[in-house]
Each structure stands twice: as C-alpha cells, then as structure tokens.
C-alpha cells in the first residue's frame, strides 16, 4: 500500500521571539517494513541552516537555527510511504526460554536494551492487572502481550490529548481510561515489570472511516528470533500495515515532533493537523 502523509505545525507567539534551535522529527523510519517513497520539510521562518541527523535511538531528525525576532513557527511536512502485506506474528521466538516469562536476556543483549528495561511505575492495582494477565496467558511471552493489548482495549476508555506528556500508568489504570500515549506507557510499564523489553513509537495511524487523523502512538517489545515487535493498546492488535514509525524511543519524552525553547516572554498557542491517506498504484 501507498500511503501519503501531510504534518502541519504552527506555533503562534502573542508578540516576537527569539527561536533558539529547535530539532523536528517529522521524517518517517525507512526499513523492511516500511519504505519512504517521497519526503518533503518546509519551515516557516526560513532556518539559517537545517542538518538532518540520526540520534542515539535511530531516530531520523532535522536540527535547524534562526536569526531576528518571529511571531510563529510553522512546520510542515508531506511524504510518501509504501508499506507491505506482512504477518505480524510470522517469527519463532528463540531460544526456546523467552518463549515463556521469567527470563532475563543475556549480557551482550543486556548492554544495549537496559533503557527500555528500566521500571517506570510499579502500585498493587498495576501488579494486580499484570497478574490477572499472567495467569489468564499462562505466562506465554507472546500470548502475554497481546492479551495485554486486548485488555487495555476492552476494559479502558479512549480519550484524545493533543498536547502535554503521556499520564503516569497510576494515573491511567486507576481511571480506567486515556489517550493512546497513556495507554502505550500503561503497557510499556507493565511489559518492563514482567521483564519484557519495551519501547515507545510515534508515528501515523491509517483508519479508512477516520475524518481526520493525528499523531498515534504505541509500543514494541524485543522478542529474541523476532526483533522488535509492535502492538497497539488502542485497538488490541499487533501492529500491522496501516502504521508509519517516526520515532522510537525507550523514553516518550524524546518523540515530540518539535523541541527547542525561545527567548523572550511571549505566550504560545500551537495548530497541528495530519492527513493520512490512502493512495491507487
């Protein structure tokens, strides 16, 4: 399938500022799962330069700087992206001891993935649900996850935040509901209690009956014989050909499209809109 993507920003500014450099991450991953056809940025001011780099997580970005004073930031991007047919479940976990909870992944595996290990919220209602799951899973690696996912989305109410971080699992598991940043750090915390490396994605949802789209977010978990595997809290499933990763991250703080600061005192309001659609071959 050919998907074409539009990403609107725009920072508005109550009086002129000072734009001290700001990195974007806009431009979608390309690997076996998804390749990038077409990509396009634009930036309103026009930056004195613009590098695109790599981070530390294999993140694809754009770091750019300015000169004067503005009264808004516009950023805009428009690209293209094929995406294949694929099973989601098509590996062999391997060896045969991750297939089951409990195991702990070797050293020079250890090394690399212990960011997406680190604990991020444990309470007794977040290990009652886990083990709820445990138990209902047999403690199965794989079937674990996806009942997770299953239970997130059959039990917890779906809400929309355009803006501020992701709510601490607490948060979201006591008020049985959140948007899908909230979900997704739900199911990450408790992946990582359990052992199971996991991190965070944003990126593009393609929903054929959606009027409008907007950033989406869920998780994978690194399965030894399988790599990194994703699944979506908001609608229960693995991930399948309808997502488009832009970032991915052992920490959700690092996934926002555009970080930076100003200078001055001015307060700002931020537009966003995405298109996500369907394209003929």
Known sequence: MIFEISHYSNYQFDSPVFLEPQTLRFKPKTNHLQKLVSFDLDIQPQPVNLSEQIDLEGTQSHFCWFEGLHSQLIVSSHCKMEVPHFNPYDFVVYPDEFTQLGFKYPENIYSIISPNLEPISS?????????????????????????????????FKKTRRHSGKPHPPEQTIKEKKGSCRDLTVLAMAICRNVGIASRFVSGYLYVPSARGHELHAWFEVYIPGGG?????????????????????????????????????????KLTTKVQVKKLRR
């Open 123 to 155: 309470t007794p209602q977040l290990k009652l649900f886990t083990q709820e799951i445990i138990q209902s899973s047999s403690g199965q690696t794989i079937k674990f996850v996806s009942e997770l996912v299953q239970r997130i989305y059959q039990l």
């Open 228 to 268: 990194w595997k994703g699944f979506d809290s908001m609608i229960g499933l693995a991930v399948q050909n309808n997502h488009i990763a832009v970032v991915t991250t052992a920490n959700p703080d690092h996934s926002v499209p555009i970080t930076g600061s100003i200078r001055g005192s001015a307060k700002s």
